[in-house]
């Protein structure tokens, strides 16, 4: 099973600003099969980015994706007020899929 | 519009059954995996299991595989999750989820809207 660690636990920054957000695999991901996805309380996750780097539909261009092998990132160029929220990367190249722990990002 | 509904919150006994359910719309049901993910309450997520309704052929992670039970009825285009025997630590968010690809593991980009199970004694 392959484990996915995220990084930082929480990113605390403005509206406006740049985060970056980094998930690390224990094992290779095939085929840059990483996705991630947003939550916001009380919602279900929504899809942002799948094969690493391909944006999801409706998703603005201010959200992107990079990182192959065993290290990805989700860089949001331009802090909205409605990006604060909890942010997972997964792997999905291999059974069982897995998760990240998850990226809260907070305001500051 | 493609879309997944899914039952009702739950609150049931430690030791009871409890199947909840997850109905497709607005695609060919049969050709797309359907998974099923867990939110404890305050935490992450989790991958459980995953089924093909064509031929129902199921995948379980490790750490779920004989606690809960993954099926899937073609016929009226719905997934299920069940437990045999609940206990107080089922307590959480249960989400299903499809796949963006038929036919293949893929990122999911379409989402029930979740089920709450409440498990107390």
């Known amino acids: 099973e392959i484990v996915l660690t995220q990084s930082p636990g929480t990113l605390s920054l403005a509206p406006g600003e740049r985060a970056t957000l980094s998930c690390r695999a224990s094992q290779s991901v095939s085929s840059r099969y990483l996705a991630w996805y947003q939550q916001k309380p009380g919602q279900a996750p929504r899809l942002l980015i799948y094969?690493?780097?391909s944006r999801a539909t409706v998703i603005p261009d201010r959200f992107s994706g990079s990182g192959s092998g065993t290290d990805f990132t989700l860089t949001i160029s331009r802090l909205e007020p409605e990006d604060f929220a909890v942010y997972y990367c997964?792997?999905?190249?291999?059974?069982?899929?897995?998760f990240g722990q998850g990226t809260k990002l907070e305001i500051k | 519009e493609v879309q997944l509904v899914q039952s009702g919150a739950e609150v049931k006994k430690p030791g009871e059954s409890l199947k909840i359910s997850c109905k497709a719309s607005?695609?060919?049901?049969?050709?797309?995996?359907i998974g099923w993910v867990r939110q404890l309450p305050g935490k992450g997520l989790e991958w459980m299991g995953i089924?093909?309704?064509?031929?129902?052929?199921?995948r379980y992670s490790p750490s779920f595989q004989g606690q809960v039970t993954i099926s899937a009825d073609k016929s009226i285009r719905t997934a299920y999750l069940q437990w045999s025997s609940l206990k107080a630590s089922d307590t959480a968010m249960f989400y299903c989820?499809?796949?963006?690809?038929?036919?293949?593991?893929?990122?999911?980009?379409?989402w029930g809207q979740g089920t709450m199970v409440t498990v107390s004694s």
């Open positions: 989820a499809r796949p963006k690809s038929p036919g293949s593991f893929d990122a999911f980009d379409i």
């Open positions: 094969g690493a780097s």
């Open positions: 997964q792997q999905y190249g291999s059974s069982p899929g897995t």
């Open positions: 089924i093909y309704p064509a031929d129902s052929d199921t």
């Open positions: 607005g695609y060919t049901f049969s050709t797309f995996w």
